[in-house]
């Protein structure tokens, strides 16, 4: 179904497309039913000229109960119009007026212009119905006739309705999107703040660079994060000037290493890293007298993106956050990675007893 979504979406975007787009698709749409339709439905022995009527008869009785049912009758229940019934009911008459005015017409053209004259084929109904318009009603004809038109037109009500999944499917994601980096953004600038006020509080010297450090998160935060993709370097220096600012306030108790390896190149979704150094930043650090460490590797080979972070848990951590290791953020991350990177990335967490590592594999675009 992605696969599906995707190519519909190169042919026809959901948003942005022009009036004269979308009639100049829908123009070519119809035209390719006619062609297929002859193809189908034409007659060997009856002629041209017969082929081509009751071609366009099919067609644009197609037209009228597509759209008449997709633009007209679909919307009035889907707003819950409050006389809704009465207009499905005027509609359903106005169809099957519509083929009765169209199958008249096309008998008309038939008998008067001679189109089946030396043609081998079964010509008593329409010509019941040429003396006697009345048969068409009388016959049972109508409800057959609606069957076949409907059966013809199901190639539009198709594309319709994939349209239709794919724009849900979208306007899902990123809505979900959306709502899980407006978590994730706070989220962050409450911790980062919080950094900076330890450090206000006992009058460091290193508040200044803490500041300086903080402006450039804000910047990236409120302004780059916006970005479906951001390229990697950006990223990069995000998370090192994060690491900066944290080791400012526990660079007495934390052992911090960031290695980076490989040609940093390629894009990536804003902010997708930073929650798994900030739950190691939060979890590694509990008591005064822990071993706390952190070890940070960010890797790109092949166009992939190889990322792990290992920290230590400190024994406050182990004994009361057990059930809870992770918070809201690392579930979101994971949400975010299985909408965006839903067949080309791959997260491995392990939770130990004493340590906490989450290796992540991702396509860079």
Not at 16 to 41: A, D, N, P, T
Not at 147 to 176: C, D, G, M, Y
Request: hydrophobic fraction near 45%; charged fraction near 20%.
């Amino acid at each position: 179904m992605e696969k599906i979504a995707e190519l519909f979406l190169k042919i026809y975007p959901i948003e942005g497309v022009s009036v004269k787009r979308r009639v100049l698709l829908h123009c070519v749409f119809w035209s390719m039913m006619f062609v297929g339709l002859w193809q189908i439905l034409g007659v060997p022995l009856a002629g041209t000229s017969y082929n081509f009527i009751t071609t366009s008869y099919f067609v644009i009785l197609d037209v009228i109960f597509f759209y008449t049912i997709t633009y007209v009758t679909i919307p009035w229940w889907t707003i819950h119009y409050i006389h809704k019934y009465l207009a499905t009911i005027l509609c359903i008459i106005t169809l099957i007026l519509s083929l009765f005015v169209i199958f008249y017409i096309r008998v008309q053209f038939t008998f008067d212009y001679n189109l089946l004259e030396g043609g081998k084929i079964d010509t008593s109904f329409l010509k019941k119905f040429y003396n006697n318009y009345r048969y068409f009603f009388e016959s049972g004809y109508i409800f057959s006739g609606i069957i076949e038109i409907f059966l013809t037109a199901l190639p539009a009500f198709f594309i319709k309705l994939i349209r239709s999944l794919v724009k849900n499917i979208s306007e899902k994601k990123q809505i979900e999107i959306d709502y899980l980096r407006s978590q994730i953004n706070p989220h962050f600038l409450t911790n980062t703040l919080n950094n900076i006020y330890s450090l206000s509080v006992t009058d460091d010297k290193r508040n200044s660079d803490a500041i300086l450090s903080l402006s450039s998160l804000l910047d990236y935060v409120l302004y780059e994060s916006n970005q479906p993709t951001i390229s990697l370097e950006k990223e990069v220096n995000f998370l090192s000037n994060f690491i900066e600012l944290e080791k400012m306030r526990n660079t007495k108790r934390l052992q911090v290493n960031f290695e980076i390896e490989g040609d940093i190149h390629g894009n990536i979704p804003p902010m997708i890293l930073i929650t798994f150094v900030e739950n190691a930043f939060k979890h590694s650090i509990g008591d005064l007298y822990s071993n706390c460490f952190i070890k940070i590797l960010l890797k790109v080979e092949n166009d992939r993106l190889y990322f792990e972070v290992e920290n230590s848990k400190s024994n406050l951590t182990t004994n009361n956050q057990r059930k809870t290791f992770g918070g809201i953020g690392l579930a979101n991350v994971k949400k975010r990675l299985t909408n965006l990177f839903p067949n080309t990335h791959s997260l491995h967490i392990e939770n130990q007893e004493h340590l906490f590592i989450a290796k992540l594999k991702l396509a860079l675009t």
